[in-house]
């Protein structure tokens, strides 16, 4: 029997359509593979983000975590399953199911292609470049181009050391104009003070015309976030090669923001910080008077303990120092007013208010430190005291009533004060004015780490450690403690301040059991609950960046290599 024919005009079925998508793997993530390993992240991460979760490392330029993309250095480009050609990875979100390649011979050629164009006109200079050591131009050369030079003729020649401004100086030859610079003071500064001028072999980064010179507070960062030598830091250029430095974690003393930062230094001399990524508290930036307080480290130490003052001054070693003061304070007990300096650590003041408090039974504790100054909407804060939050957090556990500067002053005008003890030196005044109503003071015992017009006046000056030579806590504004780690051996003969806090207590006989920072801050807890919940081994990186020297640590914890003069010792060298 025949089928039934189909009626005249009738429309042809619609072809079927493509099979339907498997759902995704992990449902609210994406799930893909980079170099054959799977990875899971969240939508909309790029593919430069999303490879690094597996440990592949895809090269770029101008792309940077916290800017705007840019995608046009071109040194990025991967094979993605789901493009017909290379793709930017710094501005491709991952798709489900894609398979990213970063090792390609097509992905080799497009690197080493990058890599020609930017080194065509690129000066050799390498040995007098800051940027040596810690230079991507350099480390891609040797990892992804390794190839001489094809250009037979002369390159492009432009200004060596154009000055940007007081913190930056450009070097034209250098810039491979990934915009970094330009987008930061744009996005982050909100001061858009640089530009890309010219066209051609002649585009350059410069000064836009309306601001005339690099001025904001935040121009250093350029410096960072630059990857090659083009932009240097003029208060460090030619000062250290990178490969002689130690990097240590710690934190920048310049204000309560408390910025987390790397110190590096050589010997007992600190050549700069840099920003050490904290997305609590300044993600990845510093601002430049932040920068300079380094400076403070290095030039006017007390690095020896002196007794006496005037014409009776005499150096002593720590352990003549504490009697001394001890001898010269127990007459005094309960009569002794306090300053302390909310420029201190954590341990210090415990140390030193429980002291006052339990020990010399004092009834006035002023509060000291620098005067507040200019502040801003990104990071720099008014007060410029880094642990004021610590003190209040640490007198309010003791029971201790911290009075203002101003009653000292007003209490040394009526001659009412016939001993004073010092935690920190800093004062929020003209220090020469201040020094001058400490005169009349019948004893001042000073714990101080720089020299002032305040430690001159002291009968008793104990020389203390700086925050990189000791281990410590600071407490920023929002209420944040972080951990600094010790860079370098305290210079001379000074100590701690809780070293010389609890020095003196035991001396005038308290049972002091301190021996160390940790055990000082596991201290903390009891008195202040708001410090309860940290634990010292969890408040910043282990990890600390070492110079050249291979040298083993000595037994007392010095850095290798360390030798007396303060040069790192190398092999070899």
Known sequence: MSEPTKPAGAPAPPPPGPPAKP?????????????????????????????KQVGVEIPYYCYHPRLSIAANCRMCMV?????????????????EGVAIKTTTDKVRDQQR?????????????????????ECKLQDYYMRYDHKPSRLEGSKVLRNKRKVLGPTVVLDQERCILCTRCVRFMDEVAKEPQLGVFGRGSHERIDVHPTYGSLSSNYSGNVVDIC???ALLNRDFRFRARAWFLSSAPSVCTGCSRGCSTWVD????????????????????WLCDQGRLTYKALNKGRVAQSVVGR????????????IKYAALKLKP????????????????????????????LQAKHVYVGGRANGAADALLMTADKNPNRKGLEWIAKGLGLELKPFAELEGALDKNQVKALYAIGTAVPVDPDAFAKKLAGVELVVAQATNESPVTAQAHALLATASHVEDEGTFTQEAGITQRVRRAFPPRGDSQPHWKWSSGIAKELGAAVAYGSSREVFKALAPSVPELAGYEWDKQAPIAQ?????????????????WRETGVPRVRGI
């Open 23 to 51: 759902p995704p793997k992990n449902p609210g993530f994406v799930t893909f593979t980079v170099d054959g390993k799977e990875v899971v992240a969240k939508p909309g991460t790029n593919m430069v983000e999303a490879a």
């Open 79 to 95: 094979e993605s399953s789901g493009a017909p050609k290379l793709v930017p990875a710094c501005q491709t979100a991952i798709a």
């Open 113 to 133: 292609a990058v890599m020609e164009f930017l080194l065509l006109n690129h000066p050799v200079d390498c040995s007098i470049c800051d940027q040596a050591g």
């Open 227 to 229: 990857p090659v030598g």
């Open 265 to 284: 230094f050589m010997g007992q001399d600190v050549y700069r910080y840099r920003p050490r990524e904290n997305e609590a508290i300044n993600k990845s």
């Open 310 to 321: 005037g014409q009776d001054a005499r150096e002593v070693n720590a352990a003549e120092a």
């Open 332 to 359: 005094v007990v309960g009569g002794v007013h306090v300053l302390v300096s909310p420029t201190v650590s954590n341990e210090g003041l415990l140390a030193g208010l429980s002291l006052a408090k339990d020990v």
């Open 545 to 561: 960046k070492k110079g050249i020297s291979t040298l083993p640590a000595s037994a007392d914890g010095r850095p290798p290599g």
